[in-house]
Every structure is written in structure tokens, then in C-alpha cells.
């Protein structure tokens, strides 16, 4: 199983950036899926959260209206498109893929059994 995030960059602050995370390696029907990021000194926290081939998506407040999540089942590939970036969403983010049976908050790392390399987000002031 492998999860491979990419499509970090430098951007400047307002601006825009979409992550994508590619799956591999066994089926992700059913699975929950999320965004966590860290940013330097500070621990991980929990950024959106979807359910594969249910569509619920959740967010955490300091991105809501402004990151949105998505699956495209074709393409085995989750997304985080991000917009009006800001300084503070300045970070490494990860994915991540939790197997059923599910249990646990979408907002916990402790949930999740997979995790992609993450991929750096710079935002700019």
C-alpha cells in the first residue's frame, strides 16, 4: 500500500495551490481519507477529512471556505485544493488513509493506518 502526496510549492500569500495524493496498492472503497499538516515546531494537526465513495468531507475551522477535499475514484487520487493561502498554512502535508473497519475521529493521527511522504507548502507574505 502506498499513498504519494505531491503538488507542494512555493506560493505567495492569496494565492492558490492543489495537492494531490495517489493511491496504490489495494482498493480504497470505504476507506477514510484526510489532509494533516505540520508546520515547523508545532505538532501535526488535522487539516480535512473525506470518506472514499461517500463524499462527507470535514474540515478543520482555520481552512474552512477556503480548502476544499475531493476524491477522483478514476484516478485513485485524493486532492486538497487550496485557496487565499495564508502565512500560517505554511507547512509539510501529509495524507492519509485509514482501512475499515473505521473507528476513531477524523482529526486524530491515531486513526489512520497509512501515511504518504508529505509534500511542503511555503506561503509567502
Not at 23 to 37: I, Q, T, V
Not at 51 to 66: E, I, L, N
Not at 84 to 100: G, Q, S
Request: glycine residues 12%; proline residues 3%.
Amino acid at each position: 500500500v502506498q499513498l504519494q502526496a505531491s503538488g507542494g510549492g512555493l506560493v505567495q500569500a492569496g494565492g492558490y495551490l492543489r495537492l494531490s495524493c495517489a493511491a496504490s496498492g489495494r482498493s480504497f472503497g470505504n476507506h477514510d481519507m484526510a489532509w494533516f499538516r505540520q508546520a515547523p515546531g508545532k505538532e501535526r494537526e488535522f487539516v480535512a477529512g473525506i470518506r472514499w465513495g461517500a463524499g462527507v468531507a470535514r474540515y478543520a475551522d482555520s481552512v474552512q471556505g477556503r480548502f476544499a477535499i475531493s476524491i477522483d475514484n478514476g484516478k485513485n487520487t485524493m486532492y486538497l485544493q487550496m485557496n487565499n493561502l495564508k502565512p500560517e498554512d505554511t507547512a509539510v502535508y501529509y495524507c492519509a488513509a485509514d482501512r475499515p473497519p473505521l473507528s476513531g475521529s477524523y482529526d486524530s493521527d491515531q486513526k489512520y493506518d497509512y501515511w504518504g511522504q508529505g509534500t511542503l507548502v511555503t506561503v509567502s507574505s
